[in-house]
């Protein structure tokens, strides 16, 4: 009997201006029987900004981290759920929790599709790049293939860029289980299926979707198998007869981006002089500000929008 695929939520990360502890209980119904588990640990110093940092657990397994707190953060709390704690999640349709917090936003949603009768394999996704596949307009993004002399490292394709709207990871997921695995290395060299399905028989397409240039929606979490189809052309054809989604551009982004490129240009050029006047002036920023701030706008600025859209 064929496996039907289908796409599952492999990462979210998202922000909201609420309370850690709101956010952890509007967590809870997604996890079924394990939501009443859900407690915070380990607490550290935050990252990217944030003062504070929690781990969410539930019976001692990992769940994912909240980071909060810190006067530039504005009362925003950012959450990163890996893979991990996806896995655990029962109920994803209870994600509308996590939706009504104040000013919720995802941040990041992995989507994921593991075919295990060799539905997809490493020579198709490199061929369909070939044949302009994963092109959405614009030049072709990036191939870049990891293969190993080892065969049971298993082969991995990476499509376009990390740090841009859209991310794809393909690789051999039979292999990567069997390395993972905890038995001993050699039985794991000897494991020929899993699961009853043959070792190089199991792939796995994972898409990275990131509110950078584009806006993320809760609804991907809810319809990942139409954000995954139209992620690529290719994601389409592996998911055929599903109506594709696109995410829609953010066209105050492009502006947003010239504004934080101007001001990285002077921090560069002048930062270090910036910072030397302000100690002379003991502190006084507005006392700098008037030596240095100019009386009329940049054009190219101004052309670009930067004064028609809000800046963080």
Known sequence: MTCTPKATVDWLRFRAQAEPRDILEALRPMFGELGPLLAFADPSRGVLGFKHSLQVKAGGADIGRMDYGG?????????????????????????????????????????????????????????????????????????QRIEHSDPRRGRTCYVGDRKSDKFLRAYEKGYEIAGRSSIPQDMRDGTTHINGHPIEDIYRVEVELKATG???????????????????????????????????????????????????????????????????????????????????????????????????
Not at 129 to 139: D, N, P, S, V, Y
């Open 71 to 143: 006067e530039s953060q504005r009362g925003w709390v950012r959450v990163d759920m890996p893979g991990g704690g996806c896995s655990w999640v029962q109920d994803w349709p209870a994600a509308q929790a996590l939706e009504d917090l104040p000013s919720s936003e995802p941040r990041r949603v992995d989507l994921a599709l593991t075919t295990w009768e060799g539905q997809i394999n490493h020579d198709m996704v490199v061929d369909a790049h070939t044949a302009g596949r994963f092109t959405c307009g614009g030049r072709p993004p990036n191939l």
């Open 214 to 312: 584009s806006v993320v929606p809760w609804d991907v979490v809810h319809r990942p198998d139409q954000y995954f189809a139209g992620a690529y052309p290719f994601c389409a054809d592996v998911l055929p007869g599903i109506e594709a989604d696109v995410l829609q551009r953010r066209p105050e982004r492009a502006a947003q981006r010239d504004l934080e490129a101007a001001l990285l240009n002077v921090r560069t050029q002048y930062g270090a002089t910036l910072f030397t006047a302000l100690k002379a002036y003991h502190g006084d920023i507005g006392a700098v500000w008037e030596k240095v701030c100019g009386e009329r706008d940049n054009p190219a600025l101004v052309s670009a929008g930067v004064l028609l859209v809000d800046h963080e």
